[in-house]
Structure formats: structure tokens, C-alpha cells
């Protein structure tokens, strides 16, 4: 293997072995769910709690709701941007006949979750 080849060879595997920093968000299709604060399940459906700018409502939200093999996955996403001035949290609730879902079924959410989400 001649010098210059051995080279390239190493710049090449070098970019391979560089460490680049992650993605703010969920990579792909999931990008666009919204980053909930907290959600919590119970005998009337799933409640969400969002960060709000003040003008967060309920119709602002699409609910994505998938049933595959004895269990549900769902996805909430903002439909409008709050553009109030200020800040804090909503809680939103969703019934499980709103959901189309049955109280006992297991529901996976696929938003992110945790206190570093948010506006």
C-alpha cells in the first residue's frame, strides 16, 4: 500500500470514527410530535400536560391513535403555534371514546416526554 493511499485510507475511516453531536429532536417522522411535560393515564382517558405561551387549547391538538396486535400507539401533535407572551404549562385531557379506544387496551404514547421539552 503506497503512503498517499494509506492516507486517504485514514481520513476516510477517521470522519467514520468522529463523534458529531446528536439531533435536538426525535429524528424522522417523529420530529413533528409534540414534546409533552408529563402524560397520565387514567379511568377516563390520557391527559397531556404542554408548555404554553397562555393561548394553548385543546382543538390546537391532532391525536394520531394506531391499533396493532392488542395494543395502541398514540401521537399528539400541535396543529397551531401558541403565540401568546406568557409562559407556563396547559393540561389537556382526551376521553378513551374520544381516543376510540377501550379503557384496558395498553397505550404506548410516542411523543417525547420530560421536563426539557417544551417552547
Not at 413533528?32 to 387549547?57: D, F, M, Y
Not at 391532532?62 to 407556563?88: L, N, S, W
Amino acid at each position: 500500500m503506497t503512503r498517499r493511499l494509506f492516507l486517504l485510507a485514514s481520513f476516510a475511516l477517521g470522519g467514520c470514527a468522529t463523534v458529531g453531536v446528536a439531533p435536538a429532536g426525535p429524528p424522522g417522522p417523529l420530529a413533528e410530535l409534540e414534546p409533552l411535560l408529563a402524560v397520565a393515564s387514567g379511568r377516563e382517558g390520557l391527559t397531556i400536560r404542554v408548555a404554553s405561551r397562555g393561548c394553548t387549547a385543546r382543538p390546537e391538538f391532532a391525536v394520531y391513535v394506531e391499533r396493532r396486535a392488542g395494543a395502541a400507539t398514540v401521537a399528539f401533535g400541535r396543529r397551531q403555534v401558541d403565540v401568546c407572551k406568557t409562559p407556563g404549562e396547559a393540561e389537556i385531557a382526551f376521553s378513551w371514546a374520544e381516543l376510540g379506544l377501550d379503557p384496558k387496551t395498553p397505550v404506548f404514547v410516542l411523543n417525547p416526554v420530560g421536563r426539557g421539552a417544551g417552547l
